[in-house]
């Protein structure tokens, strides 16, 4: 394969990843460049960077200007949720409606498509708020935005992972309609991931990224469990736990 052809691939790929996971202005792409929406799996991190860099901008102007470390956390927090659509919000909210509001796996799927949002919904979301909120804001007090760039980049790694080793649980879908990656893009996404938390953070990373990995590992036999399998609602609960995980992590670890 000819160099101008893997970086057509790779920016493609890198293009899909955005166009599925932000809500940023992007160029139209082609449908036929859709089927390598699954293998554009390795580039996920990269959205969560595309999402998180201009937040921690936002909050770095903010802190700038004297702000107190709460307002800049909740502009950064509020500017994450815009440029993703909520969508990982989304479904975490989706996610706990069902996975604890129904008996069966279809009763629960059905629940999960549900567009209303229940008690354990909303519960979920507080508490997703909450607790990064509260963690940006002392990440936000030492000035640690490498942090909060490698808490976004490692919270999107293991979503490949995670579509690969378990199978669709229903016949329809984003996750179904996205596909399952593969072992390659999967260890690519983490690989990428590492290293872009390394240059970040340094050996922070390390325990971040395996508090990350626990997140994402727990959300999926969870919904192996009570599903059979992963949805795109179960994709963005394991993004949310698994960006909680990491931010408290770095924030244990990175002094004030």
Known sequence: MRKNDILSIVSRDILLALVLLTRLPLPRLPEAAFARQARAGWAFPLAGLAVAAPACALGALAARAGLPPAVAAGLVLAAQVMLSGAMHEDGLADSADGLWGGMTPARRLEIMKDSRVGSY????????????????????????????????????????????????????????????????????????????????????????????????????ALARARLGGQTGDILGAAQQLAEIAALISFLAVIPA
Not at 191 to 207: D, M, V, Y
Request: hydrophobic share 65%; proline share 4%; charged share 5%.
């Open 121 to 220: 919904g909303v519960l979920a979301l507080i508490l997703s708020v909450g607790l990064r909120w509260s963690a940006l804001a002392g990440l936000a007090a030492a000035g640690a935005w490498g942090a909060v760039l490698a808490a976004a980049i490692l919270s999107r790694a293991g979503l490949p992972a995670l579509m690969t080793a378990l199978p669709h649980a229903r016949e329809n879908g984003l996750s179904r309609a996205v596909g399952r990656p593969g072992r390659g893009p999967a260890w690519a996404a983490v690989a990428l991931a590492l290293i872009a938390a390394l240059i970040l953070t340094g050996a922070a990373t390390l325990a971040a990224a395996l508090w990350a990995g626990l997140a994402v590992a727990g959300t999926g």
